[in-house]
């Protein structure tokens, strides 16, 4: 069934404090805990992070550049951000995963000294769902959460990242494509142990229009594929 209210977040926040949390904290790390589907995703994911750094720092350096990091997860972006001497405001839904993703921050970042290299700013995190988020960054990443909303919510989620935004707004979503729609049915035919929450599929379409609805343009698109791994990234600039 479609959720009702906020129901469909209270779900996917308890899966990503619990089950979640254990799964995906091991398919974002470099331990080998990891099956053959899941390193896939890791693959496939960290190519995602690649090219959004490649598109960010394309246009220009990244110091004193505030970043709103929504849906943070275990900071696979937020840290890469930092190293570059972005202003990174990093945020999850999810405790675990903030907790998770200071941690890291803090050794990567830090590697053992006790202060960071000059020009590094430590991201700053908070737990928070992105509806709750405010304030103004230079610019909104929202990586691999879209999956969680229905196009129905979607637009308003859009709206809102872009509301916070003052010059880029760059979105990861799993695209509604032939293949991957009936990859995604297969999924639900056959649930393995670590079925995830249910995943919903975006048409780039629909999310350029939602874009588009609120005054913003797409002015770089990009796609990462693995065998399991499927991301659509654009980035939108105000119109
Ligand atoms: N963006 C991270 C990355 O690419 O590494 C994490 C992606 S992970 C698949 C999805 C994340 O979105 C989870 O950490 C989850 O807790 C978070 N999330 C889901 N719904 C959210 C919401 N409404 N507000 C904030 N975070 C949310």
């Known amino acids: ?26 398919i974002y790390g470099e331990t080998d805990d990891v099956n053959k589907v899941q390193l896939d995703i890791r693959v496939g994911h960290s190519k995602t992070v690649e090219n ?6 394309d246009e220009g350096s990244l110091k004193g550049v505030t970043v ?10 937020s840290i890469p951000l930092a190293k570059e001497g972005a202003l990174v405001t990093a945020s999850d839904i999810s405790a675990a995963m ?3 993703a200071e941690k890291k921050a803090r050794e990567e970042l830090l590697k053992g000294k006790d202060e960071l290299s000059p020009g590094l700013v430590m991201p ?24 969680h909303y229905p196009q129905s919510k979607a637009d308003a989620m859009i709206a809102h990242l872009a509301s916070l935004a ?8 799993a695209p509604k494509t032939f293949y991957y729609s009936l990859l995604k049915r297969i999924g639900e035919l056959f649930p393995g142990p670590s079925k995830a929450t249910r995943a919903y ?34 980035e939108a600039v105000r119109a």
């Open 124 to 147: 700053k995190f908070e737990v928070s769902d992105l509806e709750s988020l405010s304030g103004k960054y230079d610019t909104v990443v929202c990586l691999d959460v879209l999956i």
């Open 68 to 77: 709103c990091d929504a849906g943070c997860g275990t900071g696979s972006l």
């Open 166 to 173: 003052e010059n880029r707004l760059i979105l990861s979503f």
């Open 201 to 234: 599929l975006h048409a780039e379409a629909d999310v350029e229009r939602a874009l588009q609805k609120v005054g913003w343009r797409i002015r770089k698109r990009g796609l990462t594929t693995t065998q399991f791994y499927f991301a659509n990234l654009v």
């Open 1 to 26: 069934a479609e959720e009702v209210g906020g129901g469909d977040k209270e779900v996917v926040k308890e899966y990503f404090n619990n089950d979640g949390f254990q799964r995906w904290r091991r």
């Open 98 to 100: 903030v907790a998770e």
């Open 52 to 57: 959004v750094m490649k598109m960010l720092t």
